[in-house]
Protein backbone atom coordinates (compact mmCIF):
# COMPACT_ATOMS: atom_id res chain seq x y z
CA UNK A 1 0.00 0.00 0.00
CA UNK A 2 1.20 3.32 -1.07
CA UNK A 3 1.45 6.23 1.67
CA UNK A 4 -1.97 8.34 1.09
CA UNK A 5 -3.68 4.89 1.25
CA UNK A 6 -1.87 3.83 4.25
CA UNK A 7 -2.52 7.41 5.99
CA UNK A 8 -6.32 7.00 5.33
CA UNK A 9 -6.80 3.20 5.93
CA UNK A 10 -3.89 1.84 7.77
CA UNK A 11 -4.75 -0.36 10.81
CA UNK A 12 -8.26 1.32 10.50
CA UNK A 13 -11.60 -1.22 10.51
CA UNK A 14 -15.08 -0.19 10.81
CA UNK A 15 -16.15 0.10 14.73
CA UNK A 16 -17.75 -3.60 15.14
CA UNK A 17 -20.36 -2.66 17.27
CA UNK A 18 -21.94 -0.23 15.03
CA UNK A 19 -20.39 -0.39 11.66
CA UNK A 20 -19.40 3.50 11.87
CA UNK A 21 -16.37 4.67 9.78
CA UNK A 22 -14.53 6.80 11.93
CA UNK A 23 -12.69 5.55 14.65
CA UNK A 24 -15.47 6.36 17.62
CA UNK A 25 -13.54 8.10 20.73
CA UNK A 26 -13.63 5.40 23.61
CA UNK A 27 -14.18 7.57 26.47
CA UNK A 28 -13.96 4.94 29.36
CA UNK A 29 -11.98 4.11 32.19
CA UNK A 30 -12.65 0.39 32.51
CA UNK A 31 -14.26 -2.24 30.56
CA UNK A 32 -16.68 -4.96 32.04
CA UNK A 33 -15.69 -8.61 32.47
CA UNK A 34 -18.62 -11.21 31.66
CA UNK A 35 -16.19 -13.36 34.55
CA UNK A 36 -12.88 -12.16 36.32
CA UNK A 37 -10.34 -12.59 34.11
CA UNK A 38 -12.68 -13.40 30.99
CA UNK A 39 -13.05 -9.99 28.82
CA UNK A 40 -12.82 -8.56 25.30
CA UNK A 41 -8.83 -8.04 25.81
CA UNK A 42 -9.65 -4.55 27.20
CA UNK A 43 -9.34 -4.22 30.91
CA UNK A 44 -8.60 -0.70 32.07
CA UNK A 45 -7.75 2.13 29.99
CA UNK A 46 -4.45 3.29 31.03
CA UNK A 47 -3.32 -0.04 29.73
CA UNK A 48 -5.75 -0.30 26.73
CA UNK A 49 -8.02 1.92 25.04
CA UNK A 50 -9.32 1.13 21.60
CA UNK A 51 -9.14 4.27 19.91
CA UNK A 52 -5.45 4.35 21.21
CA UNK A 53 -4.91 1.23 19.81
CA UNK A 54 -6.12 2.50 16.18
CA UNK A 55 -3.93 4.88 15.88
CA UNK A 56 -0.50 2.86 17.57
CA UNK A 57 -1.10 0.94 14.40
CA UNK A 58 -1.79 3.32 11.93
CA UNK A 59 1.48 4.78 13.11
CA UNK A 60 3.06 1.59 12.83
CA UNK A 61 2.02 1.30 9.42
CA UNK A 62 3.22 5.16 8.67
CA UNK A 63 6.44 4.46 9.47
CA UNK A 64 6.90 0.69 7.75
CA UNK A 65 7.59 -0.73 11.40
CA UNK A 66 6.19 -3.09 14.00
CA UNK A 67 4.39 -1.49 16.48
CA UNK A 68 3.29 2.31 17.83
CA UNK A 69 2.85 3.48 20.78
CA UNK A 70 1.45 6.68 22.29
CA UNK A 71 2.13 8.97 25.16
CA UNK A 72 0.97 11.90 26.46
CA UNK A 73 2.99 14.25 24.23
CA UNK A 74 6.27 14.28 22.20
CA UNK A 75 8.35 14.76 25.55
CA UNK A 76 6.78 12.30 27.48
CA UNK A 77 7.84 9.68 24.44
CA UNK A 78 11.51 10.62 24.71
CA UNK A 79 11.14 9.64 28.17
CA UNK A 80 9.96 6.41 27.61
CA UNK A 81 12.45 6.09 25.42
CA UNK A 82 15.44 7.12 28.06
CA UNK A 83 13.98 5.23 30.45
CA UNK A 84 14.92 1.83 28.29
CA UNK A 85 18.35 2.63 29.94
CA UNK A 86 19.96 2.26 33.26
CA UNK A 87 21.91 4.54 35.27
CA UNK A 88 25.61 4.88 34.21
CA UNK A 89 24.83 4.48 30.22
CA UNK A 90 25.29 7.36 27.98
CA UNK A 91 23.67 8.78 25.16
CA UNK A 92 25.52 10.85 22.39
CA UNK A 93 23.30 13.15 20.28
CA UNK A 94 22.90 16.08 18.36
CA UNK A 95 24.49 19.53 19.36
CA UNK A 96 21.47 21.48 17.85
CA UNK A 97 18.84 19.39 19.27
CA UNK A 98 15.26 20.55 20.23
CA UNK A 99 15.38 22.37 23.45
CA UNK A 100 12.92 20.77 25.41
CA UNK A 101 14.65 17.52 24.32
CA UNK A 102 18.03 19.01 25.34
CA UNK A 103 16.57 20.13 28.98
CA UNK A 104 15.11 16.72 29.85
CA UNK A 105 18.18 14.94 29.02
CA UNK A 106 20.33 17.18 31.08
CA UNK A 107 18.28 18.04 33.69
CA UNK A 108 16.14 14.96 34.44
CA UNK A 109 17.81 12.18 32.97
CA UNK A 110 21.31 13.53 33.87
CA UNK A 111 20.05 13.61 37.87
CA UNK A 112 19.53 9.85 37.26
CA UNK A 113 23.40 9.15 36.33
CA UNK A 114 22.17 8.98 32.32
CA UNK A 115 24.99 11.44 30.97
CA UNK A 116 24.52 13.03 27.41
CA UNK A 117 27.28 14.37 24.97
CA UNK A 118 26.15 16.82 22.16
CA UNK A 119 28.10 16.56 18.71
CA UNK A 120 27.76 17.81 15.30
CA UNK A 121 26.56 14.77 13.83
CA UNK A 122 27.98 15.52 10.33
CA UNK A 123 31.43 14.34 11.71
CA UNK A 124 31.18 10.36 12.37
CA UNK A 125 34.47 10.82 13.79
CA UNK A 126 33.67 13.21 16.45
CA UNK A 127 30.65 10.15 17.06
CA UNK A 128 32.78 7.40 16.93
CA UNK A 129 35.32 9.32 19.43
CA UNK A 130 32.86 9.68 22.46
CA UNK A 131 31.83 5.90 21.71
CA UNK A 132 32.81 3.63 24.57
CA UNK A 133 31.35 0.70 26.61
CA UNK A 134 28.66 2.71 28.56
CA UNK A 135 27.21 3.79 25.09
CA UNK A 136 23.50 2.37 24.95
CA UNK A 137 21.62 5.18 22.49
CA UNK A 138 22.65 7.77 19.35
CA UNK A 139 19.48 10.57 19.21
CA UNK A 140 19.51 11.87 16.04
CA UNK A 141 17.33 14.84 15.28
CA UNK A 142 17.26 15.79 11.68
CA UNK A 143 16.22 18.27 10.19
CA UNK A 144 17.04 20.42 13.12
CA UNK A 145 15.35 23.54 14.16
CA UNK A 146 15.81 26.61 13.54
CA UNK A 147 18.99 25.94 11.29
CA UNK A 148 17.99 23.29 9.59
CA UNK A 149 20.51 21.00 9.46
CA UNK A 150 20.63 17.55 8.37
CA UNK A 151 21.95 14.42 9.47
CA UNK A 152 22.70 11.36 6.89
CA UNK A 153 20.15 8.63 9.32
CA UNK A 154 22.01 5.70 7.53
CA UNK A 155 25.23 6.57 8.11
CA UNK A 156 24.91 7.24 11.93
CA UNK A 157 22.60 3.83 12.00
CA UNK A 158 25.62 1.61 10.66
CA UNK A 159 27.97 3.33 12.82
CA UNK A 160 25.86 2.79 16.25
CA UNK A 161 24.96 -0.64 14.72
CA UNK A 162 28.62 -1.95 14.41
CA UNK A 163 28.92 -0.96 18.19
CA UNK A 164 25.64 -3.02 19.21
CA UNK A 165 24.26 0.70 20.08
CA UNK A 166 20.10 1.35 20.01
CA UNK A 167 19.14 4.59 17.66
CA UNK A 168 16.41 7.14 17.58
CA UNK A 169 15.29 9.65 15.28
CA UNK A 170 13.04 12.39 16.21
CA UNK A 171 10.98 12.38 12.70
CA UNK A 172 8.69 15.24 13.76
CA UNK A 173 10.28 18.00 11.44
CA UNK A 174 10.24 15.96 8.46
CA UNK A 175 6.58 13.40 9.17
CA UNK A 176 6.52 9.82 7.74
CA UNK A 177 5.34 11.27 4.26
CA UNK A 178 9.08 13.40 3.89
CA UNK A 179 10.89 10.25 5.65
CA UNK A 180 11.33 6.73 7.63
CA UNK A 181 13.92 6.34 9.45
CA UNK A 182 13.67 2.83 10.58
CA UNK A 183 13.72 2.01 6.70
CA UNK A 184 17.62 3.84 6.96
CA UNK A 185 18.13 1.42 10.17
CA UNK A 186 16.56 2.80 13.18
CA UNK A 187 15.86 1.12 15.98
CA UNK A 188 13.02 3.78 17.07
CA UNK A 189 11.57 6.94 15.53
CA UNK A 190 9.83 9.65 17.94
CA UNK A 191 7.27 12.28 17.19
CA UNK A 192 5.56 14.97 18.21
CA UNK A 193 2.40 14.53 16.62
CA UNK A 194 1.25 17.93 18.31
CA UNK A 195 3.06 19.09 14.58
CA UNK A 196 2.50 17.69 11.63
CA UNK A 197 0.93 14.16 12.68
CA UNK A 198 -1.92 16.18 14.18
CA UNK A 199 -1.55 19.13 11.90
CA UNK A 200 -4.10 21.59 13.13
CA UNK A 201 -2.40 23.20 16.04
CA UNK A 202 -5.17 21.87 18.84
CA UNK A 203 -3.47 18.72 20.33
CA UNK A 204 -0.57 17.75 22.02
CA UNK A 205 0.84 13.81 21.59
CA UNK A 206 3.42 12.09 21.21
CA UNK A 207 4.88 8.63 19.58
CA UNK A 208 7.10 6.04 19.33
CA UNK A 209 7.30 3.42 16.92
CA UNK A 210 9.94 0.20 16.67
CA UNK A 211 10.19 -2.68 14.50
CA UNK A 212 11.95 -5.59 17.25
CA UNK A 213 9.62 -6.98 19.28
CA UNK A 214 11.61 -6.70 22.41
CA UNK A 215 11.77 -3.26 22.56
CA UNK A 216 8.02 -2.49 21.85
CA UNK A 217 6.88 -4.98 24.73
CA UNK A 218 9.35 -2.76 26.82
CA UNK A 219 7.82 0.28 25.71
CA UNK A 220 4.47 -1.21 26.34
CA UNK A 221 5.48 -1.66 29.94
CA UNK A 222 6.84 1.98 30.20
CA UNK A 223 3.22 3.06 29.15
CA UNK A 224 1.93 1.11 31.60
CA UNK A 225 4.23 1.40 34.19
CA UNK A 226 4.33 5.14 33.97
CA UNK A 227 1.16 5.99 32.72
CA UNK A 228 1.79 9.09 30.63
CA UNK A 229 -0.66 7.79 28.39
CA UNK A 230 -2.89 10.20 25.94
CA UNK A 231 -6.73 10.98 26.06
CA UNK A 232 -9.07 9.02 23.74
CA UNK A 233 -10.14 12.35 22.01
CA UNK A 234 -6.44 13.31 21.86
CA UNK A 235 -5.75 10.04 19.93
CA UNK A 236 -9.02 10.85 17.55
CA UNK A 237 -7.88 13.83 16.80
CA UNK A 238 -4.09 12.69 15.53
CA UNK A 239 -6.02 9.88 13.49
CA UNK A 240 -8.36 12.50 11.20
CA UNK A 241 -5.06 15.00 11.16
CA UNK A 242 -3.55 12.20 9.71
CA UNK A 243 -5.79 11.66 7.05
CA UNK A 244 -4.60 14.69 5.01
CA UNK A 245 -1.16 14.22 6.13
CA UNK A 246 0.28 13.86 2.68
CA UNK A 247 -1.88 16.10 1.27
CA UNK A 248 -0.64 18.74 3.57
CA UNK A 249 2.94 18.52 3.81
CA UNK A 250 3.24 18.01 0.53
CA UNK A 251 1.57 21.51 -0.23
CA UNK A 252 3.48 23.10 2.52
CA UNK A 253 6.83 21.78 1.15
CA UNK A 254 5.75 23.35 -2.06
CA UNK A 255 4.81 26.80 -1.05
CA UNK A 256 8.21 26.28 1.70
CA UNK A 257 10.36 26.18 -1.76
CA UNK A 258 8.67 29.41 -3.22
CA UNK A 259 8.84 31.67 -0.08
CA UNK A 260 12.64 30.49 0.52
CA UNK A 261 13.32 30.92 -3.37
CA UNK A 262 11.27 34.51 -2.87
CA UNK A 263 13.35 35.85 0.03
CA UNK A 264 16.47 34.77 -1.39
CA UNK A 265 16.44 37.16 -4.15
CA UNK A 266 14.62 40.16 -1.38
CA UNK A 267 16.93 43.30 -1.04
CA UNK A 268 16.23 43.23 2.90
CA UNK A 269 16.96 39.41 3.51
CA UNK A 270 20.46 38.26 4.26
CA UNK A 271 21.17 34.20 4.56
CA UNK A 272 18.04 31.70 3.26
CA UNK A 273 18.32 28.52 4.77
CA UNK A 274 16.34 25.89 2.82
CA UNK A 275 17.33 21.85 2.52
CA UNK A 276 16.11 21.90 -0.30
CA UNK A 277 18.69 24.75 -1.80
CA UNK A 278 21.72 23.22 -3.94
CA UNK A 279 24.09 25.29 -1.97
CA UNK A 280 22.36 23.89 1.65
CA UNK A 281 25.05 22.36 4.05
CA UNK A 282 23.02 19.26 4.22
CA UNK A 283 21.51 19.58 0.47
CA UNK A 284 22.79 16.25 -0.69
CA UNK A 285 21.65 13.86 2.67
CA UNK A 286 17.91 15.77 2.11
CA UNK A 287 17.88 14.51 -1.55
CA UNK A 288 18.97 11.12 -0.28
CA UNK A 289 16.52 10.64 2.46
CA UNK A 290 14.02 12.60 2.41
CA UNK A 291 11.24 13.02 -0.35
CA UNK A 292 10.31 16.56 -0.12
CA UNK A 293 12.94 19.31 1.58
CA UNK A 294 10.20 20.47 3.89
CA UNK A 295 7.59 23.46 5.25
CA UNK A 296 10.40 24.92 7.07
CA UNK A 297 12.47 28.01 5.65
CA UNK A 298 14.44 30.14 8.40
CA UNK A 299 16.04 33.51 7.13
CA UNK A 300 18.09 36.40 8.44
CA UNK A 301 17.99 39.79 7.25
CA UNK A 302 20.76 41.91 5.72
CA UNK A 303 21.05 44.43 8.63
CA UNK A 304 21.96 42.19 11.68
CA UNK A 305 19.84 44.38 14.15
CA UNK A 306 17.63 43.12 16.49
CA UNK A 307 14.65 45.64 16.55
CA UNK A 308 15.22 44.88 13.09
CA UNK A 309 13.58 41.24 13.08
CA UNK A 310 10.86 42.27 15.88
CA UNK A 311 9.78 45.04 13.16
CA UNK A 312 9.50 42.22 10.77
CA UNK A 313 7.59 39.89 13.24
CA UNK A 314 5.11 42.32 14.50
CA UNK A 315 4.27 43.26 11.01
CA UNK A 316 3.19 39.73 9.18
CA UNK A 317 -0.55 39.08 9.62
CA UNK A 318 -1.20 35.47 7.97
CA UNK A 319 2.12 34.49 9.55
CA UNK A 320 1.60 34.33 13.64
CA UNK A 321 3.50 35.06 15.62
CA UNK A 322 3.99 31.60 17.84
CA UNK A 323 5.81 28.79 19.03
CA UNK A 324 5.52 25.39 17.50
CA UNK A 325 5.25 24.05 13.87
CA UNK A 326 3.58 21.62 11.57
CA UNK A 327 -0.36 23.14 11.31
CA UNK A 328 -1.97 24.02 8.56
CA UNK A 329 -1.48 27.48 9.06
CA UNK A 330 1.39 29.95 9.01
CA UNK A 331 3.67 30.73 11.92
CA UNK A 332 6.74 33.09 12.35
CA UNK A 333 8.81 32.89 15.22
CA UNK A 334 12.08 34.71 16.42
CA UNK A 335 14.35 31.71 18.19
CA UNK A 336 16.60 34.15 19.63
CA UNK A 337 14.24 36.16 21.94
CA UNK A 338 11.83 32.90 22.26
CA UNK A 339 12.62 29.32 21.70
CA UNK A 340 16.24 29.68 22.08
CA UNK A 341 16.66 32.70 24.69
CA UNK A 342 17.71 30.44 27.34
CA UNK A 343 21.27 29.90 25.24
CA UNK A 344 23.68 32.59 25.62
CA UNK A 345 24.40 35.03 22.74
CA UNK A 346 27.90 33.78 22.00
CA UNK A 347 26.98 30.34 22.31
CA UNK A 348 23.51 30.66 19.51
CA UNK A 349 26.36 32.71 17.23
CA UNK A 350 28.51 29.65 16.89
CA UNK A 351 25.46 27.91 15.45
CA UNK A 352 24.70 30.56 12.90
CA UNK A 353 21.44 31.73 15.15
CA UNK A 354 22.17 35.48 14.69
CA UNK A 355 19.64 38.26 16.51
CA UNK A 356 17.88 38.39 13.31
CA UNK A 357 17.65 34.98 12.33
CA UNK A 358 13.47 34.39 11.34
CA UNK A 359 11.87 30.92 11.44
CA UNK A 360 9.16 30.17 9.25
CA UNK A 361 6.66 27.15 9.82
CA UNK A 362 5.24 27.73 6.43
CA UNK A 363 1.12 26.30 6.24
CA UNK A 364 -0.71 25.24 3.36
CA UNK A 365 -2.91 28.79 2.55
CA UNK A 366 -2.24 29.94 -1.17
CA UNK A 367 1.47 30.81 -1.60
CA UNK A 368 1.03 34.31 -3.51
CA UNK A 369 -0.96 35.71 -0.03
CA UNK A 370 1.91 34.08 2.22
CA UNK A 371 5.16 35.74 -0.06
CA UNK A 372 2.52 39.25 0.08
CA UNK A 373 2.61 38.76 3.67
CA UNK A 374 6.02 38.87 4.28
CA UNK A 375 6.90 41.44 1.54
CA UNK A 376 4.74 44.11 3.14
CA UNK A 377 6.10 43.31 6.72
CA UNK A 378 9.46 43.42 5.36
CA UNK A 379 8.82 46.65 3.88
CA UNK A 380 8.94 47.73 7.53
CA UNK A 381 12.18 46.97 8.05
C1 LIG B 1 7.73 19.90 19.77
C2 LIG B 1 8.87 18.97 19.65
C3 LIG B 1 9.11 17.98 20.61
C4 LIG B 1 8.30 17.88 21.88
O1 LIG B 1 6.99 17.46 21.64
P1 LIG B 1 5.74 17.85 22.59
O2 LIG B 1 4.60 17.18 21.91
O3 LIG B 1 5.67 19.34 22.59
O4 LIG B 1 6.04 17.31 23.94
C5 LIG B 1 10.17 17.11 20.41
N1 LIG B 1 10.95 17.21 19.31
C6 LIG B 1 10.75 18.15 18.37
C7 LIG B 1 11.66 18.20 17.20
C8 LIG B 1 9.70 19.06 18.51
O5 LIG B 1 9.53 20.00 17.57
Same mark, same amino acid.
Given at each position: ?15 P ?9 Y????YT ?20 S ?14 G???S ?10 R???P????I????L ?8 T??H ?6 S ?13 ? %? ?6 I?? @? ?9 ? !????V??LA???G %??T ?15 DL ?22 ? +??V?D @??L?K !?LH ?18 L????T ?26 K +????G ?5 G? @? ?11 ? +?????K???? !? ?5 L ?9 E ?18 ? %? ?6 K ?15 DV????? !? ?8
Open positions: MKFGTKAIHAGIEPDSTGAIMTPIQTSTQEAPGKHKGYEYARTQNPTRVLERNLAALENGLEICYSGLAAMDAVILLNGDEISTNDYGGSFRQMQVGRYGIKHFVDMNHLDQIEAL %INANTRLWI @ETPTNPMLNLV !DIAACQAKN %ILCVDNTFASPYLQTPLGADIVLHSATKYLGGHSDVILGA +VVK @EKA !DFLQNAVGAVPGPQDCFLIRGIKLHLRVERACHNAQQIAEHLLQHPKVG +VYYPFPDHRH @EIAKKQMRLFGGM +VSFELQDQF !DKAISVSNTHLFSLASLGGVESLIGHPASMTHAS %IPKAERLVGLTDTLIRLSVGVESDLIE !DLDQALQTV
